[in-house]
């Protein structure tokens, strides 16, 4: 229903049009506030880059953070990354992300970017203190926020959106009756686009999300998705219908595909319940990270990656380069 509502496909969406104005109005005053100096903001003592979205739902912004702490790792450059930690609640915070750490304290989405990337990882639902909390333990020349675009008490150096290519905005309302945080001509003032699936526009770099091998959540074992037995899909992600899709662009046609809300938090039994002996229950890896520990022997996951294309991939990382050794050789003067 939402998804009828958002993208204007119901009349519904009229109904909610005065929350949405007054949400939008609410919106630009804490944005003016920063602007004008009303409020506070932090400066970070090294690059912060953000990675955000206008609008709610997945639009493959986690796979896009991945992607770029990788290609700064190999660019030389230590990178961190900081989170809200949507879905986890510790005791205090900042909490620093480790292989022992659980997705119900940190949320799914920080354990996933720490285990993918190996960089360091710090959860806190103010982003300042998370950052502080990585340069208290670590030497980073760059710090990446996994969302926080609207988060406008911490300054940033560069900012890049993630756009679903195939929902665009919808209906261009804020919400609650459409899906926009912000409205798209917020998009003028970022450094860079990402249009995941659907065609990029104009200076957009285009993305898609392509899947590896099937992995093992008991065993590790990897196998091709035509390996497996009967599949029964399962997604717990901002937009489950983009890992259904994926199979089938893999010609896989599962014998059911079950959708679950973003962050779900999963039961042993729950899940159980869903395949009998001769299935196989195949997730996401967003998913995966919260069932390990009471993983069965037929429950897989697929891992996917995202692959950028065009000229301006590099003209984006090279900006981000620079600005790190430029920030360096500030501070080591």
């Known amino acids: 229903m939402i998804e009828r509502i958002w993208s204007g496909r119901s009349p519904l969406w009229l109904l909610l049009w005065p929350l949405s104005v007054l949400y939008g109005a609410i919106t630009w005053l804490i944005r003016l506030s920063f602007q004008r100096g009303w409020r506070k903001s932090w400066r970070a003592p090294c690059p912060v880059v953000v990675v955000g979205n206008l609008t709610a739902g997945g639009n493959g912004k986690t796979p ?15 990178a961190g990354v900081v989170s809200r930690g949507y879905g986890g609640k510790a005791a205090r915070y900042p909490l620093l992300v480790t292989g022992e750490t659980s997705t119900a304290l940190a949320g799914d989405e920080p354990v996933l970017i720490a285990q993918r990337t190996q960089a360091p990882v710090a959860v806190a639902p ?32 560069r900012e890049i959106v993630v756009v679903d290519g195939m929902r665009r905005f919808g209906n261009g309302w804020w919400l609650p009756a459409g899906p926009m945080r912000e409205r798209a001509s917020r998009l003028r003032e970022v450094n860079a686009v ?24 008991v065993s590790g074992a990897t196998a091709s998705l035509d390996q497996l037995p009967e599949i029964v899909a399962m997604a717990g992600i901002g937009h489950p219908p983009r890992f ?33 002996a001769k299935q196989c229950l195949l997730m996401t890896e967003k998913d995966a990270v919260k069932c390990r520990q009471f ?22 990382l090279d900006d981000i380069v620079q600005l790190c050794s430029m920030a360096r050789y500030a501070r080591s003067h």
């Open 244 to 276: 259904f899709n994926t199979l089938k662009q893999q010609g896989i046609k599962a014998v059911a595909e079950i959708a679950f809300a973003d962050h779900h938090a999963y039961s042993e039994d729950e899940l159980s319940r869903l395949t009998d």
């Open 194 to 217: 990402i249009v995941n699936g659907g065609e990029a526009q104009g200076d957009e770099i285009a993305m898609t999300l392509r899947p590896g091998q099937a992995i093992n959540l």
């Open 64 to 78: 896009v953070v991945i992607w770029l702490v990788q290609a700064l790792q190999q660019r030389g450059l230590r």
């Open 295 to 316: 993983a069965q022997p037929n429950w897989w996951y697929l891992p996917v990656d995202a692959h950028l294309q065009g000229a301006t991939v590099s003209t984006l």
């Open 126 to 157: 103010q982003r300042r203190l998370a950052v502080e909390g990585l340069l208290a333990v670590h030497d980073l020349d760059v710090i990446i926020t996994d969302d926080g675009l609207q988060h406008y008490a911490l300054q940033r150096d």
